[in-house]
């Protein structure tokens, strides 16, 4: 889950038409460009979370007005940098081993494989102080995250500005976070979701889920996407376009989406969308313009916007999963180890 956009001007926002789904193998994907079809709608054109509305990050005020506060565990060896260079706020992740890793806008977490939740980087909203307990996943927002505890419950921990960190009840098998909203998968394939949806003044509050049975949900800054069981896609509190196909994942940024097809090739459609180079990839993770997949032989590649700047290539290895967020990224390592990496930033939108 990222922040860019919240960024967007509401000039730029579309109406909202009924929510779409696209039914398998209806015809050829559309990739990106002005036809890509997403646009990521905000909420009266203003990014809005603590006091004068600016985002808390480490070394910027936040929330009421205190500094950033940082959780830096030390490094994990074989680990790798934080983000943001100078100043940026996170020195290493924990050392142990993982079963999984988030990350949100500053800051990650990750399920070790105790069952406890770690996390670390800006901890402005106590986002970094999850809740004793047991876990079998974890997903990190924007200065909130959420974990299916082992009893199927959901767990929520940092700031509630929307409600997001009221969880329903009931039993979950996954959840993700996003800027101000969550959804959870029920075991029984249905998504519930809480928290605020920004929609626009004069638009129609599109924030509930669709009705069926899914395989995974992805939530972004300003929609969210479904994986059916049939294998399609389908997107609500968005304009969107989506490509025809049959899919196995999929993962909605803050730019556009991607989303793996039965063939092992990912397909990615947006305002900002960029294709995929190559085939063969288990799994995708989209952040704001940025986005990274795991291949079958476990590496790691990584494709987007840089910005001008010298791209931040992934470390090498063999992976089983990676998560982009909005300054950094990370990779969950074969031998249960965590490796980050920075991601390229837009001039003038990012921490120092």
Do not use: H
Not at 157 to 165: L, Y
Not at 264 to 286: N, Y
Not at 291 to 314: E, L, S
């Amino acid at each position: 889950m990222n922040r860019l956009a919240l960024i967007i001007p509401l000039a730029m926002a579309c109406s909202l038409p009924s929510m779409q789904s696209v039914p398998p193998d209806s015809g050829p994907p559309g990739l990106g460009g002005t036809e890509g079809g997403l646009s990521p709608l905000a909420a009266g054109g203003s990014v809005g979370n603590g006091a004068g509305g600016a985002f808390a990050s480490s070394g910027e005020l936040g929330s009421g007005g205190t500094a950033g506060s940082v959780v830096a565990p030390p490094p994990n060896t074989g680990g790798s940098s934080g983000y943001g260079g100078a100043g940026g706020g996170i020195s290493g992740v924990p050392s142990g081993t993982f079963l999984s890793v988030s990350v949100g806008d500053t800051f990650a977490c990750g399920v070790m494989t105790d069952g406890t939740v770690s996390c670390w980087g800006d901890n402005t909203n106590g986002q970094c102080t999850p809740p004793p307990g047991t876990f079998t996943s974890v997903s990190a927002g924007l200065q909130f995250a959420c974990g299916v505890k082992t009893d199927g419950s959901i767990a929520c921990w940092g700031n509630n500005f929307g409600g997001e960190t009221a969880p329903p009840t009931g039993s979950f098998s996954s959840v993700s976070a996003g800027v101000e909203y969550a959804c959870g998968l029920k075991t029984d394939g249905t998504i519930a979701c809480w928290g605020g949806m920004p929609v626009p003044p004069g638009s129609a509050d599109m924030s509930t889920p669709p009705t069926g049975t899914f395989l995974a949900v992805s939530v972004s800054g300003s929609y969210a996407c479904g994986l059916g069981t049939d294998g399609s896609l389908v997107c609500w509190n968005a304009t969107i376009s989506l490509p025809a196909g049959t899919y196995v994942s999929l993962s909605a940024g803050d730019g556009y989406a991607c989303a793996v097809k039965t063939d092992a090739t990912v397909v990615c459609w947006g305002l900002w969308a960029s294709p995929a180079s190559g085939s063969s990839f288990e799994s995708v993770s989209v952040g704001d313009m940025y986005a990274c997949g795991v291949k079958i032989d476990g590496t790691i590649t990584c494709w987007g916007d840089t910005f001008g700047a010298q791209d931040a290539p992934p470390p090498t290895g063999t992976f089983t999963s990676v998560s982009v967020g909005y300054t950094f990224a990370c990779g969950l390592k074969a031998d249960g180890g965590v490796a980050c990496w920075d991601v390229p930033q837009p001039p003038g939108l990012c921490c120092p």
